[in-house]
């Protein structure tokens, strides 16, 4: 297994800077101090330079490091899906030593190398059930990534977002799809384009502005959209309204809720899209009954939480063990947009 990079860091000889501010940068300056590890500058791409400071250092450019120190290690600190992004991260990576930190989009657990060892059964048991040989590459490939840091596993393991469909998501004519975390309905548009005979889609998205996009973006199909957070209680609670990934349940907005069974109320849907910032395992449990009766395809996203690697498939083996698990991670820096398959 990798070396644990918060364990190399420590014992680094080579300067280390920051690529990226923000929220990600936060958490990362968060363990590093966590662990005495220090750091000697933050750069930003071009258009972010502009005499600001984070944490109190001056946000300088990647050349203007390179000239100072010449050799560095590089923490990349922030995500992207940007092709173009990626380019630019590779071809730092091959002037530097570059990392990509693993920490949690949700929650504050670590996984390093305490934590895979700790968890080592769990992780060793959803290996051995997963359905084919690139899930059991992109499951090892991605824990390699958490615990060193090092960017190529990841890029060794990418499928692009057709090969699902292609590999595993046989359809038929009478799809109902069910849209959690339906964002500004980008994901309800490629289902109706990918089941052009679809009988209905169903799609909840709790940010107020984004559901707003969702309603207007998909006006044109045969659809139903709901403002409400999706979790394992119907009632009411709070989620703080901040758009997209930076959204999550906490403090925040008294927001509506509901579990899936109670929004359906026994209605049948073939296929459950869940991406819901950390409340994935909630929603499964919220679940139950729809899982029972109607045996759903589901897509679950597993990047949120660190536990969700393990948590998200035995949560859904508790409810039913007829599942065959399906893994992929489609190119995005961190791991995110890393996702089971339940069919």
């Known amino acids: ?30 363990v590093l101090e966590q662990k005495g590890i220090s750091y000697s500058g933050i750069f930003a791409s071009d258009g972010f330079v502009r005499n600001k400071l984070f944490h109190g250092m001056p946000i300088e450019s990647y050349s203007a490091l390179k000239e100072r120190f010449g050799d560095m290690i590089v923490l990349l600190c922030f995500g992207t899906h940007l092709l173009q992004v990626i380019d630019n991260i590779k071809k730092i990576a091959k002037e530097q030593e570059l990392y990509a930190p693993e920490v949690p989009v949700i929650g504050d657990r670590l996984f390093d190398f305490h934590y895979y060892c700790e968890n080592k059964a769990d992780f060793d048991s959803i290996y051995s059930l997963l359905a084919d040989e690139q899930s059991r590459l992109t499951f090892s490939n991605t824990v390699k990534y958490k615990l060193s840091g ?45 089941f052009p005979f679809y009988e ?54 008294q ?28 929603a499964i449990k919220g679940a139950e009954k729809t899982i029972l009766a109607h045996r759903p ?41 890393t996702v089971y398959y339940f069919i």
């Open 200 to 253: 209905k889609i169903i799609a909840v998205e709790p940010d107020k502005k984004t559901f707003k996009k969702l309603a207007e973006n998909t006006k044109g199909l045969k659809i139903d959209c709901f403002n409400i957070c999706i979790s394992d209680f119907t009632g009411t609670g709070e989620f703080s309204m901040n758009g997209g990934r930076n959204s999550s349940v906490g403090e925040g907005t």
């Open 1 to 30: 297994m990798e070396r644990d990079l918060w364990q190399y860091l420590k014992t680094a000889q080579k300067p280390i800077v920051l690529y990226g501010m923000g929220n990600g940068a936060d958490k990362i300056i968060k």
């Open 297 to 337: 395809k589901m897509i679950i996203s597993a990047y949120h939480r660190t536990e969700d690697f393990f948590e998200i498939p035995k949560t859904v083996l508790s409810i039913r063990k007829d599942y065959k698990i399906y893994m992929r991670h489609f190119p995005s820096l961190p791991a995110w947009d």
């Open 255 to 282: 927001t509506e809720f509901s579990t899936v069974d109670d929004l359906l109320k026994g209605e049948r849907v073939s296929i459950i899209k869940m991406d819901v910032e950390g409340e994935e395992k909630r």
């Open 150 to 194: 090092k960017i190529d596993y990841l890029f060794n393991c990418e499928t692009s977002f057709d090969e699902p469909f292609q590999n595993i998501l046989a359809s038929n004519s009478k799809e109902r799809v069910l849209d959690l975390g339906a964002y500004n309905g980008d994901t309800a548009l490629d289902f109706a384009d990918r």
